[in-house]
């Protein structure tokens, strides 16, 4: 059985084939490898996906709870083929992989999301599947929440609870959620990449409408849908990738990879205004074909300062992308390019992940390409400008290759993500590999 991802934007297809079978066997192994990386990194892989029980092709942000556990999702493999959510756990031997959820059909499929909530729940958002709507019998898109049991579960073998909390139909409630979840005072935000004022953005059955921002909400049991913004291609953008953050003012911060002023992405504002939200396009990004930043597939971050971090695909000096900042100035905003990757080994070329800033104002990210199998790096402010240092550069051996996941870090300052390839080679599974969770202990 052959399936085909179709959720990846252009640009990522040809990082590696999108296609993987789905093996009837199951097995799982672990693999381990430390390795010495720039500036006296040290590199390991926590586990090494199977493409069947444990699953495959691990492509969203990691999420660390209080005790240390990393949890994430897999585009592949699991009882069904379509992924799940697993818990990589450090017991006395090591790292321990527990598969906590197998998607299904009604599920949805392609993840684009996992956090974790304050009641311990974790929230995610599936790009496609679920059913019904107006995408094809496939669906349009899920959120979904997966409960722990009550007990404390002492097998290895232990699910959690799923509940789908709303499915989008592709008409005025958008559809592909694509974005990272943001949890804000009980209700879940985002955006989805299509959906939304139909007939002003043509397309497909698939690619009807510019995309939305919505609010999911609980009421008497059940989770409501609010749509608090609706793009309709114009100078206002469409086709939002990634989510969007909260300021401590109740704001909200994002970005579109198209339409808008020139056709190429904004950053922009949402603001409560009465009984509805105002938006306020705060930086068009450059031209197409030009060397400033163009094309955002990531979201946004925010610093102490009200300053707003992203990256985008391409523009930038050598125009295969930039890191870029949104500042507030004199009662406006300006975008300032912080770094042109230039397509040198170790200096690939950013898409969907998130930045991530650690306490001191220093920014990691990872790139899938470039040329090379991606690498993890780190930019630290110096002089009034920004330093680039490349912290590990894949292979697509072992080690992995093609990490789209967000950098995260715990208290001790040592980094965690995933590859979407490499690990062990798996011809029934993952022809190209099936991915690593991985660590850089500095």
Request: hydrophobic content about 30%; overall charge negative.
């Amino acid at each position: 059985m052959a399936r085909e991802r179709k959720t990846t934007p252009s640009g990522l297809d040809s990082l590696r084939p999108a296609t993987f079978v789905v093996a009837l066997a199951m097995m799982l192994a672990t693999a381990f490898l430390a390795a010495p990386a720039a500036d006296a990194q040290t590199y390991t892989v926590l586990h090494s996906f199977t493409g069947v029980g444990d699953g495959g092709v691990p492509g969203t942000n990691l999420v660390m709870d209080r005790a240390g556990n990393l949890y994430g999702t897999t585009y592949d493999g699991g009882t069904y083929g379509l992924g799940g959510v697993f818990k990589l756990a450090h017991g006395r031997s090591g790292w321990v992989l527990d598969p906590l959820h197998d998607f299904t059909a009604t599920d949805g499929s392609s993840p684009s999301s996992l956090i974790m909530g304050p009641d311990g729940a974790l929230y995610g958002a599936n790009s496609g599947g679920g059913g019904g709507g107006s995408c094809g019998s496939s669906g349009c898109g899920t959120v979904f929440k997966l409960t722990p049991p009550a007990t404390v579960c002492k097998s290895v073998d232990c699910l959690w609870t799923a509940t789908i909390l709303y499915r989008f139909t592709g008409q005025t409630d958008g559809a592909a959620p694509m974005g990272v979840l943001t949890y804000q005072n009980g209700n879940l935000y985002g955006t989805t990449r299509f959906g939304g004022n139909v007939a002003e953005c043509h397309g497909g059955a698939e690619e009807g409408g510019c995309g939305v921002v919505y609010q999911l909400s609980p009421f008497h049991g059940a989770w409501t849908e609010t749509v608090l913004y609706t793009f309709d291609g114009s100078n206002d953008g469409g086709y939002p990738y990634g989510g969007v953050i909260f300021d401590p003012a109740g704001n909200l911060y994002g970005t579109t990879s198209g339409s808008s002023f020139l056709g190429t992405g904004n950053v922009f504002e949402l603001s409560p205004s009465g009984s509805g939200w105002t938006e306020t396009v705060l930086a068009n990004f450059g031209p197409y074909g030009g060397t400033q930043p163009y094309f955002p597939y990531a979201g946004l971050i925010r610093d102490g300062g009200g300053n707003l971090y992203g990256t985008t695909s391409q523009g930038g000096s050598s125009h295969l992308g930039a890191v870029f900042s949104v500042s507030p100035s004199n009662g406006g905003w300006t975008l300032t390019s912080l770094y042109s990757f230039n397509g040198e080994y170790g200096d690939g070329r950013p898409q969907l992940a998130d930045l991530f800033m650690d306490a001191a104002g220093n920014l990691y990210g990872t790139t899938p390409g470039g040329p090379g199998y991606g690498n993890v790096f780190q930019m630290t402010p110096s002089d009034g400008g920004w330093s680039y240092n490349n912290l590990y550069s894949f292979t697509d051996g072992s080690d992995g290759g093609y990490p789209l996941s967000t950098v995260i870090m715990d208290a001790s300052g040592n980094l965690y993500g995933t590859t979407y390839g490499g690990g062990i080679q798996n011809p029934q599974a993952c022809t190209e590999g099936c991915g690593v969770v991985w660590k850089i202990t500095p």
